[in-house]
């Protein structure tokens, strides 16, 4: 496993970062466990998750995949001194009108039981999870500062911001002496580029902020499980992958990712998060499983190396313009 610096920050987290939004959803206690346990044997030392993981299943508060996280890392031998926490906040945790936001009523809340979940004193990166235009950027800033300084955060990201946005928010950091966002989770794959690649990703290089892509396999159509003229496997994702990514170009970037792997002998998900990898401005690639056999199959995907030439053919058959 390979690590990284994470951004401009002295911080190494390994090229993939383990995706917990399954906990608790699709995968039980048990299996949780089991993915976790195996993460770190293969080299992973990120995990990321959010406070609301997973609200949106009837009968679930929100927090469980927090809480899951916590009882493996009390189960001790070293494992939070080896890990690096990554959680999120941001989304309605509550009916009422301050349970959601990035004031800093809710994020002095939020931490607070975001760090009991985990049952930790601290959070690695702490990240707000999408912008909220209700709050001043300054006082969410000046509430991740006090957090940071307070010792209970020990980096801030965000995730979803868009490139103005972000710009102004370093400014803001910057103007004000404040903790500034050291990473930024953007959507982002080899079928989604121009939403990251047309100002996000100058913008990160330029400003050392570390990239922490989710949905590097666009919702799991970059396995070779959607094929041109075959059934659409038995999936509650599948009508939305067929809609967003199941035309001529998505099809023509699972042929090149195929023909790529054969000469790897990997996978056409593996190729899929080594083009990711092979971008200077990446951190770290998020991914998610439901089984050991899913983790295991897609983490391999950090130790293909493409050829120069082989990411220009990718980079080419799923190329975009202005136009």
């Not at 997973?54 to 927090?66: A, H, I, K, L």
């Not at 955060?153 to 966002?181: E, Q, T």
């Amino acid at each position: 496993m390979e690590y990284r610096r994470l951004g401009r920050t002295g911080l190494k987290v390994s090229t993939i970062c383990l995706g917990a939004m399954q906990f608790g959803w699709t995968a039980d206690k048990a299996a949780s466990f089991a993915i976790m346990d195996t993460a770190v044997s293969l080299g992973c030392n990120f995990f990321d998750t959010a406070d609301v993981y997973s609200r949106w299943v009837e009968g679930n508060p929100g927090g469980v995949s927090e809480t899951i996280i916590g009882e493996w890392l009390a189960q001790g031998n070293g494992r939070r001194d080896q890990i690096i926490i990554a959680t999120k906040a941001r989304g309605a945790m509550g009916d009422g009108p301050n349970d959601k936001g990035l004031s800093r009523h809710h994020l002095m809340h939020a931490v607070e039981a975001s760090l009991r979940r985990l049952q930790t004193d601290f959070i690695d990166l702490y990240q707000v999870h999408s912008p909220d235009a209700e709050t001043p950027l300054e006082e969410t800033l000046r509430a991740l500062d006090d957090l940071l300084r307070a010792g209970k955060v020990r980096y801030i990201g965000c995730s979803n911001y868009p490139a103005w946005l972000l710009m102004k928010s370093l400014w803001i950091s910057d103007a004000h002496n404040l903790a500034r966002f050291d990473s930024l989770q953007p959507h982002y794959s080899l079928v989604h580029r121009p939403e990251f690649e047309r100002e996000l990703l100058p913008l990160c290089l330029d400003q050392g902020v570390g990239v922490i892509p989710y949905s590097p396999l666009a919702r799991g159509f970059l396995t070779g499980k959607y094929r041109r003229d075959t059934p659409l496997p038995a999936s509650a994702r599948a009508g939305g992958i067929r809609d967003i990514y199941m035309n001529e170009r998505g099809f023509a970037a699972v042929d090149k990712l195929e023909t790529i792997a054969q000469a790897h002998d990997a996978t056409i998900a593996q190729v899929a998060i080594a083009w990711l990898l092979a971008n200077p401005a990446v951190s770290s690639a998020i991914i998610g499983a439901n089984t050991i056999e899913q983790l295991t199959e897609t983490m391999q995907g950090a130790a293909v190396q493409l050829t120069a030439a082989e990411k220009a053919e990718l980079d080419a058959v799923t190329a975009w313009n202005e136009k």
